[in-house]
């Protein structure tokens, strides 16, 4: 990976999160801020280091949640790559603010051999690209905000070197430095000068206010907008990049005359070329390295007898420690929960901020005693587990508002929790009760701990709001996520709402089905898969209705392999298993629509008849419910309504709660929907509850070995209208029951679906490539004798970018084959790009569609051939 992706967050407490040390820093000895950015006494920093590589993106997704800053490391050579910007857009709709830091700027130095005003130069190009990622993403943000009658007021996050949201260094030299530091030392530097040499406002400026005053003018005169550039160029990166140099002329002819004079017994500067301690020595640094020598001699001697990069590594570390650098950036530039909540509060909690006691309480950030107990769970991590027995998971929360306390009951609210209905209010037909409440859990915390990196924690009896705590106790009513509050809940209607679910960029679209060998182990096995769920917030297991198989889905080939091996942790090594090839999730829909009059099926008992007839939705439709961006269970009724109108085309009339029965499958993301549209058939209302449940699992588990067909293999429906267009309702409800009606529902869906030019989609890659510009055409030969679509190219500077779209069926082995052909130069990235739909006739066997149909068909033990329609229908 060329960089990698990192939030970080910094609070009033000493917490942190799992893998990650808590960082509790006293700054105030010894700091060089004595300009107007101050640094606290002491200060605690709670990181999570989140994977790059877009199989894992949903870990990014959960961090992010409980995070307030982000610290996005970018190579300083090749510029931020495609996950960069994908995770930089996730930050900030998520408000979270980024800062910026280029690494390995040692490779502009050595490999590049590039001056201080090419280096110049490639910073703000890098830093250019990032802000123009930030403001569209703003943009869009301002834009949405405008269209819904919202606060459309963002703060610039945009990042600049100017201001210190930019830092710069060296991961391997161990080293990063911000303008404003640098600044402080050269002004400390211009102080101590001779009155002689020092500049005429250097001089006014001391005498005005110190050290301080000469920093304000500094900033002015030679970092002024105009200056700006050229005084970086002169007064920080020519000595950096000189030391670098004179670092390795240190091993050349230096050392070879020492060795034929005897020496290398001195120590100190002594050791060291003329060029290079005058260099110290005009930085300043002429005491601290001498210090370090001689109080380290042993390592001294053995930086002097290896390589260049050794002294500049134990030099560069004394004159720019990465650490101050980042303590001061994430300090400095990145806001405090107190702040951050301010801002997020709207993000983060679903009811209304203003007047609602909890909404002004997370805002707040109050730890007050009347505070209500806010904490959200982002997901469940392993605390300490020995193999084959049950794993104590810890639930990874952050203490929005309010004071948990060892031994508290809380409230477990699952995920898009809404409180019970106001029996004062009206609720539409339909609509959602007080039967929610019973969804409400409760569970007592046992254990708070402090996480200090790896499996390392440190109990506590209480944590506060900005707090990132695990809390133990909640793994049995807690699967992935949860709104934690007061037991028991306020009796006052509305009085409490859950926090905002998850919205994943991935989609577990590889499968394989895992069962244990010996039948003993099957509670074992069922055991470890329901941590390994808990835990990663991007696994889905689910059983498959057909086969009775324990499936398990991860975003890719790289994801599914560290699933496999923690759930192998969980189990242990006397559990074995059997794992399948990995399978694809499919989705199924239609690509016209079916005859006006739709199919009609009869009741068993011949008393009741539906006719229904499938149509596709529109794309932007399908795009919004599937995204989450259009939420039928959380959107008003006339809010609802206007988007069926603006995205779906739907006629106003079908828009209403009255006629928009359901939309399916259950669980989120149903892009699918059932509407009534008949005209004067009584009883309906009759009919509607078994004519839900029977969509409803039509669209979620169409494999199910039912004689009223399954679509085309069973898999999962995107993106289809079903239109109930007449019907005949016996009046007596001892004759239309769900026995009756579901099964001849089900049978008209099927016939409806088979009717409308079904189509199969399948999950694609969104394939991006840099490499050398004289590899283009090896990149386009690899990626179009896969099936890619939509190539194209971007050359920037002397290297080339191709993108494309590619099935995930075809993607495997491609890295491979790509840094094969172009000897290790190509760098591909994959992300997750939705759907696309499989070429051919998947009714007719034409195509990889008829291919893949068959394929899954047989997998699952359903009849090879797809069902007729005239064999679902029934005749008048």
Not at 36 to 57: E, M, R, Y
Not at 452 to 473: C, F, H, N, W, Y
Request: aromatic share 4%; with cysteine; net charge negative.
């Amino acid at each position: 990976e060329h960089e990698h992706e990192h939030e970080h967050e910094h609070e009033d407490k000493g917490t942190s999160l799992e893998g990650e040390t808590s960082l509790d820093l006293k700054l105030g000895a010894g700091s060089e801020s004595d300009g107007s950015d101050s640094l606290p006494a002491q200060l605690t920093v709670n990181c999570i280091d989140s994977p790059g590589h877009v199989d894992f993106n949903s870990e990014v997704t959960a961090a992010l949640r409980i995070t307030d800053g982000a610290l996005v490391i970018v190579d300083a050579l090749d510029g931020p790559c495609v996950m960069t910007f994908n995770v930089l857009r996730q930050a900030v709709q998520e408000r979270v603010r980024p800062v910026l830091l280029l690494n390995k700027v040692d490779r502009l130095i050595l490999e590049q051999q590039l001056t201080p005003p090419e280096m110049m130069a490639r910073f703000k190009s890098t830093i250019a690209e990032i802000n123009g990622c930030i403001a569209d993403e703003q943009e869009a943000m301002r834009a949405e905000a405008e269209e819904h009658g919202m606060d459309s007021q963002l703060p610039d996050w945009r990042v600049s070197l100017e201001d210190g949201t930019v830092a710069f260094g060296s991961g391997y030299f161990g080293w990063a430095l911000a303008i404003p530091t640098a600044m402080e030392r050269l002004a400390a530097r211009v102080v101590a000068m001779p009155p002689a040499k020092q500049p005429a406002w250097a001089q006014e400026a001391a005498l005005q206010g110190g050290h301080a005053q000469v920093v304000a003018v500094m900033r002015d005169v030679w970092f002024g907008p105009k200056a700006f550039d050229k005084s970086v160029c002169q007064h920080i990166l020519r000595p950096l990049k000189r030391l670098h140099e004179l670092c390795q002329a240190q091993y050349g002819e230096f050392n070879d005359d020492a060795a034929a004079s005897g020496g290398g017994g001195g120590s100190g500067l002594a050791t060291l070329s003329p060029a290079l301690t005058e260099l110290l020595r005009q930085q300043g640094l002429t005491e601290i390295v001498e210090s370090a020598a001689t109080g380290n001699k042993d390592e001294w001697h053995e930086v002097l007898e290896g390589k260049p990069k050794d002294l500049i590594r134990w030099i560069m570390k004394l004159w720019c420690p990465a650490a101050d650098a980042l303590v001061r950036l994430i300090a400095l530039k990145l806001p405090s929960p107190i702040e951050a909540q301010r801002y997020r509060a709207p993000l983060l909690y679903c009811g209304p901020v203003d007047g609602n006691k909890v909404g002004r309480a997370v805002a707040k950030c109050s730890s007050t005693a009347e505070a209500p107990l806010t904490i959200f769970v982002t997901k469940l991590c392993p605390l300490s587990s020995k193999p084959g027995s049950k794993p104590v998971l810890g639930a990874l929360a952050r203490v929005l508002s309010g004071v948990v306390r060892v031994g508290q009951e809380v409230s477990v609210l699952p995920p898009g929790y809404e409180p019970p209905h106001d029996p004062a209010l009206p609720t539409a037909e339909g609509e959602a009760g007080v039967e929610e409440a019973a969804t409400v859990k409760r569970a007592k915390i046992k254990r708070i701990v402090l996480f200090k990196g790896g499996k390392e924690s440190t109990d506590v009896r209480e944590a506060i709001a900005g707090d990132v705590v695990g809390l133990v106790g909640l793994d049995q009513v807690v699967i992935k996520t949860a709104t934690l509050t007061n037991h028991p809940l306020p009796d006052e209607p509305h009085a409490v709402h859950g926090l905002s679910t998850l919205a994943f960029n991935v989609a577990p679209v590889v499968r394989v089905a895992v069962s244990a060998v010996r039948a003993e182990h099957a509670t074992a096995l069922r055991l470890g898969l329901r941590a390994l769920q808990s835990t990663d917030p991007g696994v889905v297991v689910e059983s498959d209705v057909l086969t009775g198989e324990q499936v398990v889905a991860a975003a890719g080939e790289l994801h599914l392999d560290v699933v496999l091996n923690t759930l192998k942790t969980f189990i242990g090594s006397k559990v074995q298993i059997k794992v399948s090839e990995p399978r694809l999730a499919y989705r199924e829909s239609v690509a016209a629509g079916g005859d006006a009059g739709g199919c009609l099926a009869k009741s068993a008992n011949k008393l009741n008849r539906v006719w229904i007839r499938a149509s596709p939705l529109a794309p932007d439709l399908v795009d919004a419910l599937e995204s989450g961006r259009l939420d039928p269970e959380k959107s008003d009724a006339a809010e609802l309504s206007r988007q069926l109108v603006a995205l779906g085309g739907f006629d106003k009339a079908h828009a209403s709660p009255q006629r928009l029965w359901a939309f399916g499958p259950e669980g989120g993301g149903g892009a699918n929907v059932i509407v009534n549209t008949t005209q004067g058939v009584q009883g309906m209302d009759g009919l509607r509850q078994s004519v839900v449940a029977a969509f409803r699992r039509f669209c979620a588990a169409t494999a199910s070995p039912r004689p009223s067909g399954c679509g085309l293999c069973g898999e999962r429906m995107q993106g289809v209208r079903f239109d109930i267009v007449d019907a005949k309702v016996h009046n007596d409800s001892r004759h239309r029951g769900p026995s009756q009606i579901e099964p001849a529902v089900e049978r008209a869906l099927s016939a409806a679906f088979l009717e409308a030019a079904p189509v199969l989609y399948e999950p694609t890659y969104e394939v991006t490539v840099t490499a050398p510009a004289g590899d283009l055409g090896t990149l386009y030969d690899a990626l179009c004798s896969r099936g890619a679509s939509g190539v194209t190219h971007v050359q920037m500077r002397e290297d080339v970018t191709v993108t494309g779209v590619l099935p995930v069926a075809l993607a495997n082995g491609l890295t491979d084959e790509l840094r094969g052909a172009t000897g290790g130069r190509a760098f591909p990235t994959m992300q997750f790009s939705g759907f696309g739909q499989l070429e051919g006739d998947a009714v007719r066997g034409d195509g990889r569609a008829a291919a893949v149909v068959r394929a899954v068909r047989e997998r699952k033990g359903l009849c090879a051939e797809i069902p007729q329609v005239s064999s679902l229908v029934d005749k008048m």
